[in-house]
């Protein structure tokens, strides 16, 4: 299996410019459905889904290879790669930003800027530092991932992840795009909520856009100030919209300020 | 005095047997029901104005941000979420809850609705099937380290009985060949007897462990080569480490037979062993091996008193032993491999017992 099918991609349009969003912990890349249609036609877009979530290739799925961001920044890269990708713009919500962050680095000149939507480079408090949560409470979130299976059954799991090419079997059932095998969940919530990027925002040569949500439990205007501290050529638009997901919740306010920097 | 009337939906909304939730579109609380204000020991001004996550437990706070909101955008409904809400007291309260997005004809969202129910024994039994499911994982991991462990030390195990084994057969031999007295041939003799039991009783307990704890008795097949110098070779071994005893041997082998050749030579050692130690000694332990009808047949048949019938049973069964002079009193595994043996040739060993003789009889397809 190749890593368009490995990573569920879809490219759609045919524009000079590619954007590839990414989608964070929790679903998978129909975060950006509304979003990603403003910008077919002035861009080649590129969807994909994190290997273990959404319609990836769950056999693809390497404890070890995806227990560090850098497993999935390889793939970002590897898709990237796979479609020739130069100069894109990479937009990645949530764990995706420093996921980016880090691709960006590994294949100088693949991407040409960041969007990176309430993006935290740690998650957890460290001395000085506000992440904006205990290790005890990451530590509470994995065990309570185990009380909400999200619909997942092992039974179902071939009839969503066998049809890659019919993906409407899959969102037939109920709360498809945020359901994860629970072991994978777990493991993706570990690695998302314990890793620490603060030493990688430095290294990020290209001109990165931040978007803040005024009122975010995840990651709050204070984590988001301090990646645009981190990243030398890097703004900050604090959005109106309030939660994580203004990708969802006010895609409007989103698509608005991506314009003013793409 | 009149109570609620059965059409009245705003006692219905206040006084359900489960909580209501109304979140507007900026996500905050409109209203809550009397019965969820009461479960949670909070009144309405604590609550309407802030968001429904301020009332989780942080982790329910990440999942409701990561999963559910995202998901009531996406499909405009969520079921079966399982939360704890953080009741006055600070204590979690764990619930079911349902969601529903109400929308406009243009797919704007208007407003969510939150159902919730109290599920604190149903999430204690969910919680305790999770953690018997848990520990059933960590003792199937522990049980498999240590069968490998087990196979690992059996192969050792044999390999170390067996070598000492082999060093006292050589020395008996030399000293065999240079033998005088009577009273010297007679000590070599039974270190050579004793050597070949001792062989016999290593190779049947490591089989025994094997097919008990590894993969079964496996077969190395093979048509081509003929059986009976196999049985000859185990027959004469027998005869000469039982030197008081007749062995008499019949062949009727006129047809390849596909199987593994050691195995059905343990197989008739096994069963000649046991006629020695059971049958009478003023009697032959008669042999006869023949193919015929597409089957192969081997019998082994001794006089003597007969198994007694509550014996038959259990003939078969691993550790089974009957009374037998000290002497030969072995493991009880002889016939348990041999019957092992003739399963694994997808074939049958029975026995039959009387007065005249006893008779065991093993016999295969030919394919």
Known sequence: MGVIERNNVHVRGSADRTMVFAH?????????????????GEFRTVLFDHVGAGASDLKAYDKTKYSTLEGY???VVEIGGELGLKDAVFVGHSVSSMIGVLAAQKAPGMFGKLVLVGPSARYIDDGDYVGGFSEQQIEELLQFLEANHMGWSAQMAPAIMGNPDRPELGEELTNSFCRTDPDIAKAFARVTF????????????????ILQCSEDIIASKEVGEFVHRGIPDSEIIILEATGHCPNLSAPDEVIAAMRTFV | MPGPRIDDFEDMFENSPCGYITLGVNGRIARVNKTLLEWIGRSADEMIGKRFSDFLNM???????????????????????????MAAGGEPMQMICNALEGRDDAGKPLFTRLALLKATDRRRYEQELLAAREAAKNSLANERETSELREQFIAVLGHDLRNPLASISAGARILGRDAKTEKEHQVVAMLQTTVTRMAELIDNVLDFARG???G???LDRNARKPLEPVLHQVI???????????IEAEYAIDTPVDCDRTRIGQLVSNLVGNALSHGTASQPVRVRAETEDGLFKLSVANGGEPIPQAAMERLFEPFFRGEVRASRQGLGLGLHIASQIAKAHEGVLTVTSTPEETRFTFVMPLR
């Open chain 2, 216 to 218: 079964g008795i496996t």
């Open chain 1, 194 to 209: 314990k890793s620490d990027n603060r030493g990688d925002l430095a290294g990020v040569e290209i001109p990165t856009l």
């Open chain 2, 59 to 85: 982790a329910g706070r990440i999942f409701y941000e990561t999963h559910i909101a995202p998901l009531l955008r996406m499909q405009g409904f969520f079921n079966e979420f399982a939360i704890d809400m």
């Open chain 2, 236 to 246: 004469d071994e027998l005869r000469l480490s039982s030197p008081g005893r007749q």
């Open chain 2, 212 to 214: 008990r704890l590894g």
């Open chain 1, 73 to 75: 920044a390889d793939d």
């Open chain 1, 24 to 40: 964070g912990f929790g679903c998978d890349q129909n975060m950006w459905r509304f979003v990603e249609p403003a910008f077919e």
